[in-house]
């Protein structure tokens, strides 16, 4: 219940951001939902349907390729983030441009950093980068950064480039506070030892979008053969985590600790 409060919050955040700071000036945020703020502007279409519409088959495709867990989070993000930008009146809080795409980012930082808190995503590009991610080694950060930019570029061509750089502002802005909020987290790793590996297997990997390593091992007092999972979480995850561990196995053996960097494909939601 406390995490689908963070969701609400944090969509109804970021609503209020792009309402009252970003679409008054003509100012984009990062991902799809900036491409949904240019389509309103441009169309006599509301923005709040727009970023639902744009979002829906990204989710349905999420829904069968990613965690079921982090895809209905997203569901209740887009959805409330969607009815928020339609209830919300646009208006503008600052006649500046400049800091209005500041303050835009930083409330919007805030509402999506308490949205990942909360083990969702606000939707759009994240989808988009964890599908391409599945199916090739790529960085998940780089490839972000490469689609916002491809937002910035068209503000720039659609609006002005004032609007275009104050995008970047604001842009950077919801990074940062993104970054103070959510991705400075502690990451730990798991041992899992258990007879049931098979079934923890397929209940991990069906609510949590992470790789999981399997490996046969065996007691040495016993001789038994067991399996060993183990995986990389956030420390938020770890509640849940360990909550689908006990449903599948309540004598399950497992070592926790805190883990110093990780190298490789690892999604930071």
């Known amino acids: 219940m ?4 963070n969701i609400i919050l944090g969509s109804v955040i970021v609503g209020v951001a792009y309402n009252l700071f970003l679409i008054p000036h003509q100012i984009l945020s990062s991902g799809l939902s900036g491409i949904a703020i240019m389509l309103g502007i441009i169309t006599p279409f509301n923005t709040g349907i727009l970023n639902f519409l744009l979002n829906l088959p990204l989710l349905i ?17 887009v959805m409330v983030l969607s009815v928020s930008l339609y209830l919300i009146p646009v208006h503008a809080i ?20 308490l949205i990942f808190r909360a083990s969702g995503s606000s939707g759009g590009f994240d989808i988009v980068a964890m599908l391409l991610t599945k199916k090739r080694d790529f960085p998940l950060g780089a490839l972000i950064s490469a689609m916002n930019g491809i937002v910035v570029i068209a503000s720039g061509f659609v609006f002005n480039w004032d609007a275009a750089l104050n995008t970047m502002v604001a842009i950077f802005a919801t990074g940062k506070v993104i970054d103070t909020i959510h991705t400075n987290h502690i990451k730990l790793t798991l041992m899992i030892v258990t007879k ?36 990389v979480i956030t420390r938020y995850q770890l509640t849940d985590v360990k909550t689908m561990i006990n449903d599948v196995d309540g004598k399950a053996f497992v070592n926790i600790t805190e883990t110093a960097e990780v190298m490789g494909s690892f999604h930071r939601s």
């Open 61 to 77: 495709l999420g829904w069968f390729k990613l965690g079921k867990q982090f895809i209905l989070f997203t569901i209740l993000s």
């Open 94 to 113: 600052s006649h500046e441009p400049i800091l209005s795409s500041l303050f835009g980012g930083v409330i919007t930082g805030i509402g999506i950093g």
């Open 196 to 231: 049931k590996g098979e079934e923890m297997k397929g209940k991990l990997l069906s609510n949590l979008y992470r790789g999981i390593t399997v490996i046969d091992g065996e007691g040495a007092y016993t001789g038994e053969g067991q399996k060993i999972l183990m995986v």
């Open 2 to 5: 406390y995490k689908i409060f």
